[in-house]
């Protein structure tokens, strides 16, 4: 959500995840993600900005019960946003990951690559209060064998609402929630997606 702009920003996410796999149901913390994100264009105030990411995928979700990919990653992003209103705000995003020596539930390893294209609206109903329509769109691997890999391609669309709480140190407390709906192929896939990010400035500008 809204907040002081810098031209360079470092952040990590640490996933907690529930699967469904072929040894029953898991739960665990995922693959972490370090994450540089560099102002290339625009800012908060102005209608257009433009915002490249890499993130260093770190193994450290169980990859025996379909937790983490099991091998390092390597992800790039480049995120578009444009001021369509005063209220309301598009997003897109363009990226591709690739994942040295994955491993699958049995032990197989190989070679991934992802890419992902997605495009939101966020609609801000109040300043601290947002409601959201993501669409996504990806085409992965998975491992099925050693050196062997199966691609598949998903279409999700997420409605879901954030909202931020503003504290008088400076940290931003944003929870949010959304649903992902699968389209197409992956008409059957359901899920929630929670979401909790804690925002605050390392040091500020003299």
Not at 98 to 104: G, L, Q
Not at 115 to 131: D, E, H, M, R, Y
Request: glycine fraction near 12%; aromatic fraction near 10%.
């Amino acid at each position: 959500m809204a907040g002081p702009e810098a031209a360079h920003q470092f952040s990590y996410t640490i996933p907690y995840q529930r699967v469904d796999s072929d040894f029953g149901e898991r739960s665990g913390i995922g693959d972490v993600a370090l994450n540089y994100r560099y102002q290339l264009a625009g800012s908060g105030d102005t209608r257009f900005a433009c915002t490249p990411r890499m993130s260093l995928l770190l193994p450290t979700g169980d990859d025996e019960h379909g937790l983490g990919a099991g091998g390092i990653g390597v992800q790039l992003n480049v995120a578009a946003s444009t001021a369509l209103s005063r209220r309301l705000v598009a997003h897109a995003n363009l990226g591709g990951t690739y994942t040295d020596s994955a491993t699958n539930e049995r032990g197989d390893e190989a070679s991934l690559g992802a890419l992902n294209a997605g495009q939101s609206f966020i609609w801000s109903a109040t300043p601290v209060f947002n409601v959201m329509l993501e669409t996504v769109w990806l085409r992965e691997e998975t491992v099925v064998g050693p050196d062997r890999t199966e691609r598949k391609n998903s279409f999700f669309v997420s409605p879901g609402i954030r909202w931020a709480h503003n504290l008088p140190t400076g940290l931003q407390v944003v929870p949010g929630i959304a649903f992902p709906l699968g389209l197409g192929s992956s008409r059957r896939e359901r899920s929630v997606l929670l979401y909790l990010s804690f925002e605050h400035p390392m040091w500020r500008p003299r």
